[in-house]
């Protein structure tokens, strides 16, 4: 293992401005909608983003960290298509072998303790329109299992709701939910930190699916494998819960089972709002942070998509390449918010085994809602190249499996009361191939080896772009 800069949000940032990927935003700007209307306009661009100076706050803030792949995979040192499977490969390593974090005397974020708690002087934006407050969404949670005190990690979205309360959405089954449950059981409060300001590695590890990561283990040496050291945590000073030792911010936190209020509306990675709704309240116990805190955000969308759906992609293909022969590669569409919809790629050794993928396929990440299972001459991330292959292989009588009410995330419209239908399509040649599904391709050449002379296109007089784009309507025009 040799330690690299992904441990530490301050290191990734220089690293980025070094190479040119980081945008600062040097005006002020309002934290309530204008930060993140700056946000959406590069959103899925090269660059990250840090805003230095925010509205009525002291901190910057920065996002974008995950919203596109390529910046991604440069801040990681890896190609972009192996992504997944170098994400697979760093899990399949800690189940090996794990490497557990260690617990260390102090750390950057125990520079400062707040004398008192006070949420409203962290810079914690209020992202969409009809979002229902201010949000930490990028935080990562430590709990300890009020059994059997295993730790677990995850991410989940908080509203402020007061100087010292916020109310938190855990999704069906989340292992929180399972600790949550247990302490409840126990008549016992849940202590849990939040840790604000962290790096892929341990994003990752939060983000981690439960089929990856079973509850009964500690999925922080998880983070440790991306960081090629063991991860720093600090001890806790309210609670048994330690706080990671290079987050910007962390808050230590208590639920008392039970206690619930108002949570939402959010605008969520379907493009959807979540609605508002009674939900588990937090207590804010104790906040430490740095001296010069950056508080990280996230809107949702891309960054979301990258990663959820990358560590979905990676747990899916970890699990496809031990269960089913010839699986070359997935990749989770972003038309398909980054986690519904599984494309896979299948170099056929027997007939049937298309099915057997898409059947896999739902096996190893519930949320998905579609699958598309297709043969390996076809580019999986180009949606017009497998809509090819489900235009000319695709069997609609006999290549296309509906399961009805089965559980599916409950964030997507068509599963209410996470129940809902999903849909496989084995859009793969018949198996033994016959000639007519033969694709046909063109000879590989070096551009560079010929003399190639163009001019520019120009639209012709009164025709083109310019004269198509009618001007936007008087007042109107604003993205909703
Ligand atoms: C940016 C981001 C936001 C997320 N928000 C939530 C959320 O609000 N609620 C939730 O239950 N899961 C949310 N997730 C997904 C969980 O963190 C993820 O499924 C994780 O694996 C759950 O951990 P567990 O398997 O230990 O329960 C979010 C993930 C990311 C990356
Ligand atoms: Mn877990």
Redesign the pocket.
Known sequence: MTANVLHDLGLILAALEARGRLIRVASEVDPVHELAGIAARFEGGPRAILFERVRGHAFPVCTGL?WSRELLADLLGKEERALPQYVSGCIRAWQQRPVDPVVVATGPVLEVTEPTVDLGRLPAPTHAAADGGAYF??SVVIARDPETGVR??????FMVTGRDTMT????A??????YLEKARARGESLFFTLNCGVGPGL?FA?????EA?P?DTD?LGIASEFHGAPLELVPGTVSAVEMVAHAMIALECEMVPGEVADEGPFAE?TGYYARREPRPVVHVRRIHRRRAPVFQT?I?GK??WN??GL?GEANVLALLQRQVPGVADVYFTHGGCGFYHAVVALRQKRAGWGKQAIMATFAAFPPLKMVTVVDDDVDIRSASDVEWAMATRLDPAAGILVVDKVFGHGLNPGFPGYLGAKVGFDACRPFPFRSEHERAFFKPVDLARHDLRMGEPRAAPGTGAAAAIAPPPAGGGAAM
């Open positions: 995950y969404d990028a677990n990690a995850s991410i989940q979205r938190v959405n855990i999704d089954g989340r292992h929180l939910e399972l994003h939060a983000a981690t699916p439960a990561a509850a999925e990675v996230i949702s960054e979301v990663s959820v560590l």
